[in-house]
Nanobody, 119 residues
Protein backbone atom coordinates (compact mmCIF):
# COMPACT_ATOMS: atom_id res chain seq x y z
CA UNK A 1 0.00 0.00 0.00
CA UNK A 2 0.96 3.60 -0.55
CA UNK A 3 -0.03 6.64 1.49
CA UNK A 4 -0.03 10.23 0.30
CA UNK A 5 -0.15 13.08 2.79
CA UNK A 6 -0.68 16.70 1.73
CA UNK A 7 0.25 19.76 3.74
CA UNK A 8 0.55 23.50 3.31
CA UNK A 9 -3.05 24.57 2.84
CA UNK A 10 -4.61 27.46 4.67
CA UNK A 11 -6.20 30.89 4.44
CA UNK A 12 -4.50 33.51 2.27
CA UNK A 13 -5.49 36.91 0.94
CA UNK A 14 -6.00 37.47 -2.79
CA UNK A 15 -2.67 38.01 -4.47
CA UNK A 16 -0.87 35.92 -1.87
CA UNK A 17 1.06 32.69 -2.17
CA UNK A 18 0.97 29.20 -0.73
CA UNK A 19 3.12 26.14 -1.24
CA UNK A 20 1.48 22.73 -1.04
CA UNK A 21 3.50 19.60 -0.38
CA UNK A 22 2.62 15.96 -0.76
CA UNK A 23 4.70 13.09 0.61
CA UNK A 24 4.43 9.48 -0.48
CA UNK A 25 5.29 6.47 1.65
CA UNK A 26 4.84 2.74 1.53
CA UNK A 27 5.52 0.11 -1.10
CA UNK A 28 7.09 2.30 -3.78
CA UNK A 29 9.48 1.19 -6.50
CA UNK A 30 9.03 4.33 -8.53
CA UNK A 31 6.57 7.16 -8.99
CA UNK A 32 5.68 7.89 -12.58
CA UNK A 33 3.46 10.93 -12.75
CA UNK A 34 2.27 13.21 -9.99
CA UNK A 35 -0.87 15.31 -10.30
CA UNK A 36 -2.60 17.98 -8.28
CA UNK A 37 -6.38 18.23 -8.45
CA UNK A 38 -8.83 20.54 -6.76
CA UNK A 39 -12.51 20.51 -5.98
CA UNK A 40 -14.50 23.57 -5.09
CA UNK A 41 -17.92 23.34 -3.40
CA UNK A 42 -20.58 22.36 -5.88
CA UNK A 43 -18.06 21.74 -8.66
CA UNK A 44 -16.42 18.70 -10.16
CA UNK A 45 -12.86 17.77 -9.35
CA UNK A 46 -10.44 19.23 -11.89
CA UNK A 47 -6.80 18.61 -12.63
CA UNK A 48 -4.65 21.61 -11.84
CA UNK A 49 -1.13 20.47 -12.67
CA UNK A 50 0.81 17.35 -13.60
CA UNK A 51 4.45 16.35 -13.77
CA UNK A 52 5.80 13.23 -15.44
CA UNK A 53 8.77 11.05 -14.52
CA UNK A 54 10.82 13.08 -16.95
CA UNK A 55 9.64 16.29 -15.24
CA UNK A 56 7.48 17.42 -18.14
CA UNK A 57 4.69 19.57 -16.78
CA UNK A 58 1.14 20.39 -17.74
CA UNK A 59 -1.22 22.97 -16.27
CA UNK A 60 -4.87 23.88 -16.40
CA UNK A 61 -5.38 27.10 -18.35
CA UNK A 62 -6.79 28.77 -15.25
CA UNK A 63 -3.49 28.45 -13.35
CA UNK A 64 -0.87 28.79 -16.08
CA UNK A 65 1.75 31.36 -15.18
CA UNK A 66 0.68 31.37 -11.52
CA UNK A 67 1.19 27.80 -10.30
CA UNK A 68 4.33 25.68 -10.55
CA UNK A 69 4.51 21.94 -9.93
CA UNK A 70 7.81 20.30 -9.00
CA UNK A 71 8.99 16.98 -7.63
CA UNK A 72 11.77 15.61 -5.46
CA UNK A 73 12.36 12.02 -6.43
CA UNK A 74 14.78 11.34 -3.57
CA UNK A 75 12.19 12.43 -1.01
CA UNK A 76 9.24 11.04 -2.98
CA UNK A 77 7.48 14.34 -2.75
CA UNK A 78 5.66 16.74 -5.02
CA UNK A 79 5.05 20.44 -4.53
CA UNK A 80 2.64 23.02 -5.87
CA UNK A 81 3.79 26.63 -5.61
CA UNK A 82 0.75 28.85 -5.96
CA UNK A 83 1.26 32.56 -6.57
CA UNK A 84 -1.12 35.42 -7.32
CA UNK A 85 -3.93 33.49 -5.73
CA UNK A 86 -7.52 34.41 -6.56
CA UNK A 87 -10.76 33.74 -4.68
CA UNK A 88 -11.70 31.28 -7.41
CA UNK A 89 -8.69 29.15 -6.42
CA UNK A 90 -10.51 28.30 -3.20
CA UNK A 91 -10.93 24.53 -3.07
CA UNK A 92 -9.77 21.32 -1.49
CA UNK A 93 -6.52 20.34 -3.19
CA UNK A 94 -5.59 16.69 -3.65
CA UNK A 95 -2.37 15.12 -4.79
CA UNK A 96 -2.33 11.93 -6.80
CA UNK A 97 0.56 9.66 -7.68
CA UNK A 98 0.89 6.94 -10.30
CA UNK A 99 3.03 4.41 -8.46
CA UNK A 100 4.83 1.27 -9.57
CA UNK A 101 4.97 -1.02 -6.56
CA UNK A 102 6.84 -3.90 -8.10
CA UNK A 103 3.88 -5.79 -9.53
CA UNK A 104 1.63 -3.24 -11.12
CA UNK A 105 1.04 0.47 -11.47
CA UNK A 106 -1.74 2.13 -9.49
CA UNK A 107 -3.07 5.59 -8.78
CA UNK A 108 -3.17 6.76 -5.17
CA UNK A 109 -4.77 9.84 -3.63
CA UNK A 110 -4.14 12.00 -0.62
CA UNK A 111 -6.82 13.12 1.81
CA UNK A 112 -6.85 16.71 0.59
CA UNK A 113 -5.88 20.05 2.03
CA UNK A 114 -8.12 23.13 2.12
CA UNK A 115 -7.01 26.31 0.38
CA UNK A 116 -9.11 29.40 1.02
CA UNK A 117 -8.41 32.67 -0.75
CA UNK A 118 -10.30 35.50 0.88
CA UNK A 119 -9.84 38.98 2.22
Amino acid sequence: QVQLVESGGGLVQPGGSLRLSCAASGNIFSINAWRWYRQAPGKEREMVAAITGGSNTNYADSVKGRFTISRDNDKEMVYLQMNSLKPEDTAVYYCSANVFGGIGTYDYWGQGTQVTVSS
